[in-house]
């Protein structure tokens, strides 16, 4: 099969003829009933017009004409192409060619609908980020003020989210016009309701270029040429893929790790700091593992990094640094006894160096509970 830049997706290519819709098409796919110059089709398949498709052994009919209505939708009719809803727009227009909705009106609602069996045009209209205006005109259930205008215009929360500031202006005790470029689910109504208002009476009377004026509730008509040839320019640069519809990413923080969600910060002081942290020049610091090991270390006889933090940083530094000097520093009689956050004093006596050996001994310098003193594995205090 050719492919080339006018190539389409099979169950597109087939409801294009008018005979199904896509979900119908695909379901033909799956049932066989569809080939593509004379070998079953696959489902996602994409064809050109140079393939030849066949039905259950008949052959595509050729595409119809492209077709664009305007229709006045009146309250009561349910923008549906279901058969079985009595109340489907399908059958309230009764148009001798398959057709489908663009959107959808409320069932209480009136006003503006287009109706075409072109699918391409569907979605670049449709589509929220494409950003296409649509106007209604809108009365509720008792009088509005100028706050009620600037909230409506401001964003609405509903649904999860607030809507876009969009402009509304007041035509009358209880009435106004409002323009919209979303498309949420009853967004007008529930605009209002959220304020403490029930909608009356609601009217589209504008899609982008194409206005209703005075066509009668019920009646339709064909775009015209003009209406057409505007429509398809405001149309040029819309897309009609999904990404049209999702909102744009928020830039990325300058500072990284600053407001990181989840990150907690607190004021209180880290009960497990000694003032060997104080004494490293690094007030406030904010790293909990290592606060949390120089503070297991105080109360177990580490005299030397509190009080000359400079020659132990370096005696941590060095390979066999704070090995014992004297054969009674395995014993555990110096280990513990002295005074947590206590530099240099302790019940073995004071950590000055040259003492002798014997008295270097008993305490055990930088080391507590006796034993070969290892290499911290940072290299540093």
């Not at 050719?2 to 997706?9: C, I, W």
């Not at 019920?218 to 003009?226: A, K, N, P, V």
């Not at 490293?280 to 949390?292: C, L, N, T, V, Y």
């Not at 001994?361 to 507590?368: E, F, I, L, V």
Request: with cysteine; hydrophobic share 25%.
């Amino acid at each position: 099969m050719a492919l080339d830049s006018s190539d389409t997706r099979l169950n597109k290519f087939i409801s294009e003829t008018g005979i199904v819709s896509r979900r119908e098409a695909d379901r033909l796919i799956e049932e066989g009933a569809v080939k593509v110059n004379g070998r079953r089709a696959e489902m996602g398949m994409r064809v050109t017009d140079a393939d030849r498709v066949t039905v259950r052994g008949k052959p595509l009919r050729a595409k119809p004409r492209p077709v664009y209505l305007l229709y006045n939708k009146p309250v009561g009719v349910t923008c549906t192409t279901d058969p079985a809803d009595p109340t489907n727009i399908v059958d309230a227009i009764n148009y001798p060619e398959r057709i489908f909705p663009i959107g959808r009106l409320d069932k209480p609602s009136q006003g503006l609908i287009l109706l075409t069996n072109d699918g391409d045009i569907v979605n670049k209209i449709l589509r929220a980020g494409n950003a296409h205006e649509k106007e209604y005109q809108v009365r509720v259930d008792r009088p509005i003020d100028q706050a009620f205008i600037e909230r409506m215009g401001a964003g609405i929360p509903i649904l999860g989210t607030v809507t876009q500031p969009c402009p509304v202006r007041q035509t009358g005790p209880n009435s106004f016009t409002i323009v919209l470029t979303q498309g949420l689910n009853r967004q007008i109504r529930r605009m209002t309701e959220y304020l403490g208002y029930e909608v009356t009476y609601l009217k589209r009377v504008r899609l982008m270029n194409i206005h209703l004026n005075r066509l009668s509730p019920g009646q339709w008509r064909e775009l015209s040429d003009d209406e057409m040839a505007t429509l398809e320019g405001m149309l040029g640069d819309s897309r009609k893929t999904e990404e049209a519809s999702l909102p744009k990413r928020k830039a990325k923080s300058a500072k990284q790790g600053a407001g990181k969600p989840g990150a907690k910060r607190t004021d209180k002081p880290n009960p497990g700091k000694s003032a060997q942290g104080k004494s490293a020049g690094k007030p406030g610091s904010s790293k909990p593992k290592r606060a949390i090991r120089q503070g297991a270390k105080v109360g177990e006889g580490k005299q030397g990094d509190a009080a000359k933090p400079k020659r132990a940083s370096q005696q941590a530094g060095k390979p066999g640094a704070g090995k014992p000097t004297g054969k009674g520093g395995q014993g555990k009689s110096g280990a513990g006894k002295q005074g947590p956050n206590k530099p240099g004093v302790g019940k073995s006596g004071p950590s000055k160096q040259g003492q002798g050996k014997k008295e270097q001994g008993k305490k055990g310098p930088n080391r507590a509970g006796g034993g070969p003193a290892k290499r911290s594995p940072r290299g540093r205090s």
